[in-house]
């Protein structure tokens, strides 16, 4: 039996077997008390041990941390705080703790739990954390497949740089003591696919064919970017949900990525109440008025150039001065949505130097249909854009960024053949845990954080 069922019980039961480790124990004169976490739920059960157990001498010396199994009866508790105690007809150590378990005390800081990325989901946070982010994985498969979208295996190894911004890990067979070379530079014909490959920095561009296949689609998987950036934000290893709509503008995105991280918001209050609770109580007290900010308020919906403007006139003293044409730094979004806006806002429009290349061109000349969605505490949560459906101006940009049209031929044969206006944008998933569990560092939001100079576990 796990603990979730046993303290959810109507009634007293007997000879019940459960498994878990240890969180504490207490001897008292005549009893031992265990809390017993099996990972099921938040909550510990109580197991009440006494002296004429069979094999007490073994009880006395369970520890903090170890593996034990019990057997026993579930009855009703007279201590208080909880419902339901089992009363120990057996216990047996599964795999003991030494006193080093470095588990001992109640708290511990998140800096010191990274250090042990093995062991923190065995405290309460971190097993809450991983229960809300599995959960919450199967609520945005819930939420697409509900209308009608489907989910894409996009390549995890791919030859494409969707981004266009070179930060890829790139994948190789090649012996690296002894690169081939071709007339000075390594030869990649001679690897393992017959040319370069790398890591996905997205699945849009893949995904983009099923779109115009299947109509809607989306992808949710690892993405891997060799961002040299230490922030509380990025790391180089991230899940991204990536939507994309066929016969659909920059509006009907907008709609869509509110509309997503609205039905999340709700699902996790709804759905993930008791684990949610610790985050509300210990680790971000304006938790709760976040996520009702979320989902009672619309998201502002503001170009670009405006938003330029009414971070110019802030008179605010930014690290970097907003300058039109140049990118929104986190400072500027955090303003946006944390001060001057105090909820959501979606930016759209953005300067095209600074934007993707497949991002569909608007007819003034130097925007494209891009949007970024900003939250409170995070800044960019969204990031994405109306497609370039147009075969000659696709084309061109591609040339302009002095990028080799070859390369992306099928991506062009797209807008050859029954090319139609799409759009899409991809969610990052630790972002999002991030947001709804009021975490600050994204380090604590994945079970094994990738990030330059660290790849310990
Ligand atoms: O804005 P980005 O780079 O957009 C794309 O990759 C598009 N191809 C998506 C699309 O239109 N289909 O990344 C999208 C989101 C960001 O808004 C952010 O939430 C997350 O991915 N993200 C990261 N999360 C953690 N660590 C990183 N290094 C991240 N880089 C991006
Ligand atoms: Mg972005």
């Known amino acids: ?117 093995h062991l923190r989901p065995r405290t309460n946070k971190y097993g809450a954390m991983f229960r809300i982010r599995s959960r919450l994985a199967q609520a945005v498969h819930g939420f697409f497949q509900a209308r009608g979208f489907n989910w894409i295996h996009t390549p995890i190894i791919t030859g494409a740089d969707c981004e266009g911004a070179g930060e890829l890990f790139r994948v190789t067979t090649l012996d690296l003591q002894q690169v081939p070379k071709h007339n000075g530079a390594v030869d990649f014909g001679e690897d393992f696919f017959g040319k370069e490959a790398n890591l996905t920095v997205s699945g849009q561009l893949e995904v983009e064919a099923y779109c115009l296949s299947l109509g809607r689609v989306y992808t949710f998987g690892p993405t891997f970017r060799a961002e040299n950036s230490n922030t509380s934000r990025h790391v180089a290893e991230f899940w991204m949900i990536e939507p994309e709509m066929a016969f659909a503008d920059l509006q009907d995105n907008m709609d869509l990525g509110e509309e997503m991280i609205r039905y999340l918001v709700n699902f996790v209050r709804e759905e993930c109440s008791t684990d949610l609770d610790l985050f509300c109580r210990f680790v971000d007290k304006s938790l709760p008025a976040t996520l009702d900010n979320i989902a009672d308020n619309d998201f502002i919906r503001l170009p670009y150039t405006e938003a330029v403007e009414i971070l110019q006139k802030s008179g605010q003293n930014f690290e970097f001065k907003p300058e039109w044409g140049k990118d929104l730094q986190s400072e500027h979004e ?88 799409h759009c899409g944008f991809g969610l990052g998933f630790e972002r999002l845990l991030m947001l709804l569990t009021g975490a600050s560092n994204i380090r604590d939001v994945i079970p094994f954080p990738r990030t330059p100079n660290h790849l310990e576990f």
């Open 334 to 421: 955090r303003f946006l949505t944390e001060q001057h806006f105090k909820r959501p806002v979606i930016v759209f429009d953005y300067p095209k130097e600074i934007k993707a290349f497949y991002m569909r061109q608007n007819d003034d000349g130097r925007t494209v249909a891009a949007m970024d969605v900003l939250v409170p505490s995070i800044g960019e949560i969204i990031g994405g854009s109306q497609r370039e459906e147009r075969y000659d101006p696709l084309y061109r940009r591609i040339k302009e960024l002095g990028f080799n049209p070859e390369d992306y031929w099928w991506y062009l044969d797209m807008r050859k053949y029954g090319t139609a206006p």
């Open 1 to 117: 039996m796990r603990v979730k069922s046993l303290l959810r019980a109507t009634g007293p039961a007997q000879n019940l077997e459960l498994s878990g480790w240890v969180r504490t124990k207490r001897d008292a004169k005549d009893f031992s008390f265990i809390e017993l976490n099996d990972g099921s739920c938040l909550a510990n059960i109580q197991v009440i041990a006494d002296t004429g157990l069979e094999n007490y001498a073994v009880v006395r010396h369970i520890t903090t941390g170890a593996a034990i199994r019990v057997r026993g009866d579930l009855v009703e508790s007279p201590g208080k705080g909880q419902a339901w105690e089992i009363r120990a007809a057996s216990m047996e150590v599964v795999g003991a703790a030494p006193e080093d378990y470095p588990l001992q005390k109640k708290r511990h800081s998140d800096e010191f739990l990274r250090t042990i990325a």
